[in-house]
C-alpha cells in the first residue's frame, strides 16, 4: 500500500526554547533525508513547532467549552496543586500517589511531535514528558492486563464545560497495552521545556504521535490497568465516527469529512493543505497493528 511516512524526531535532553528556533533548518532538512526512497515518495513536510502561543490559544479541552479560545480563556480555573493520579487495577503497586511520587526518579525526555486532530488541522508541538512505559514498569503491570485506561480530572465548579454536559464527563480514554507501552507514547508535564499549560492539560496529560488527538487525554487523574477494552469518550459519544483505535490514517475517511489532508495551524489563511501521513508520519508503529484491518478496527 502507498504508505507515505516520514522519520520521528525525538530529541534525548530538555533543550531551552532558543535552541527549539535555532533548530528549525536542521528538521527540515532531517525530514527530506528520511523521506528519500520510501514507497510513495513521500513528500518532505515543514516540521517547524508551532509557537507557544499557536500551542496554547489554539485548543480542544471540552471540559473549558466547544469554542478553540476557551480553554484558554477558562482553564485558569483547574487547580492543578495538589494533584494525585489513582493507580489501580492488574498492578502490583496501586495506590494514590502525589504526582511528583509517580514521577519520581523517571526521566523527562524532548519531543518534537505532529500532533494530528481528528477534525484534520495539526500541529507540531515540542513537548516535555515521560515515557509512559517508565511509569507503568514502576507500578508494576500483572500479567493478564491487556489495556490502560485513564480518566480526567472532574471540578465541576471549576469548568464550564462540565457544568453543560457537553460530554458524559469524567472524559475517558484508553490503549491497549502494547500501544501504551510503546516508546513514542509519553505523559507530557512540559512544552518548550515550560510547564505545560492549564489548556494543554496540566500538570500531566497522555501524548500518543500516531493517534487522532481526541486520544491524547489531559489532566489524568486516573490510570487503570484492565483485561478488557476500556470504553473511550468519543465513541461513547458516537462510536460511528469514533473508534478505539482511532490511529492516524489518510486512506480512512470520518463520516463527515476526508481525512486525506490537513490543516496545519499558524500557516495563515491560504495555506495550502498538507498530505495527511499514515500513522502521522511514524511508521514504526505499524507492527503493532499486523493481521488488524485497518479500515475495520477504526
Ligand atoms: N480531558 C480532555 N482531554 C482531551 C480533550 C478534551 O476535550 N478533554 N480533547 C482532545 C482533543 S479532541 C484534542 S485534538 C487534544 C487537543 O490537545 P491540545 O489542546 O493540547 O492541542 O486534546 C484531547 N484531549
Ligand atoms: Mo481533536
Known amino acids: 500500500m502507498a504508505y507515505r511516512w516520514t522519520n520521528t524526531l525525538t530529541q534525548a535532553d530538555?533543550?531551552?526554547?532558543a535552541a527549539y528556533l535555532n533548530r528549525r533548518q536542521i528538521l527540515a532538512g532531517t525530514v527530506g533525508l528520511g523521506a528519500i526512497g520510501l514507497a510513495g515518495?513521500?513528500?518532505?513536510?515543514?516540521?517547524?513547532?508551532?509557537?507557544l502561543e499557536e500551542i496554547t490559544s489554539y485548543n480542544n479541552f471540552y471540559e473549558f467549552g466547544t469554542g478553540k479560545e476557551d480553554p484558554a480563556r477558562n482553564a485558569h480555573q483547574l487547580v492543578t496543586s495538589p494533584w494525585s493520579i489513582k493507580v489501580a487495577g492488574m498492578?502490583?503497586?496501586?495506590?494514590?500517589?502525589?504526582l511528583?511520587?509517580?514521577?519520581?526518579?523517571?526521566?523527562?525526555?524532548?519531543?518534537?511531535?505532529?500532533?494530528r486532530c481528528v477534525e484534520a488541522w495539526s500541529m507540531?508541538?515540542?513537548?516535555?514528558?515521560?515515557?509512559?512505559?517508565?511509569?507503568l514498569n514502576k507500578v508494576?503491570?500483572?500479567?493478564?492486563a491487556k489495556y490502560v485506561a485513564f480518566e480526567t480530572v472532574v471540578q465541576p465548579d471549576n469548568m464550564i464545560g462540565v457544568q453543560r454536559r457537553v460530554l458524559d464527563f469524567p472524559y475517558v480514554e484508553g490503549l491497549r497495552l502494547d500501544e501504551a507501552m510503546h516508546p513514542l507514547t509519553i505523559m507530557a508535564t512540559g512544552i518548550y521545556g515550560e510547564p505545560i499549560s492549564n489548556q494543554n492539560g496540566a500538570p500531566i496529560r497522555l501524548v500518543v504521535p500516531w493517534k487522532y488527538g481526541f486520544k491524547s487525554i489531559k489532566s489524568i487523574v486516573g490510570i487503570t490497568l484492565t483485561d478488557e477494552e476500556p470504553p473511550t469518550s468519543?465513541?461513547?459519544?458516537?462510536?460511528?465516527?469514533?473508534?478505539?483505535?482511532?490511529?492516524v490514517n489518510p486512506n480512512v475517511d470520518h463520516p463527515r469529512w476526508s481525512q486525506a489532508s490537513e490543516r496545519k495551524i499558524g500557516g495563515g489563511l491560504f495555506a495550502s493543505r498538507q498530505e495527511t501521513l499514515m500513522f502521522n508520519g511514524y511508521p514504526e508503529v505499524a507492527s503493532l497493528y499486523e493481521g488488524q484491518d485497518l479500515s475495520v478496527d477504526i
Open 234 to 247: 468519543w465513541n461513547k459519544a458516537n462510536a460511528r465516527e469514533y473508534g478505539f483505535y482511532s490511529n
Open 100 to 115: 511528583a511520587d509517580l514521577l519520581d526518579g523517571l526521566t523527562v525526555e524532548d519531543r518534537i511531535y505532529r500532533f
Open 91 to 98: 498492578v502490583d503497586n496501586p495506590g494514590d500517589y502525589a
Open 41 to 51: 515518495g513521500a513528500q518532505a513536510q515543514e516540521l517547524e513547532p508551532n509557537t
Open 14 to 17: 530538555i533543550t531551552p526554547k
Open 124 to 135: 507540531v508541538i515540542p513537548w516535555n514528558g515521560i515515557e509512559l512505559a517508565d511509569i
Open 140 to 144: 508494576g503491570v500483572q500479567s493478564g
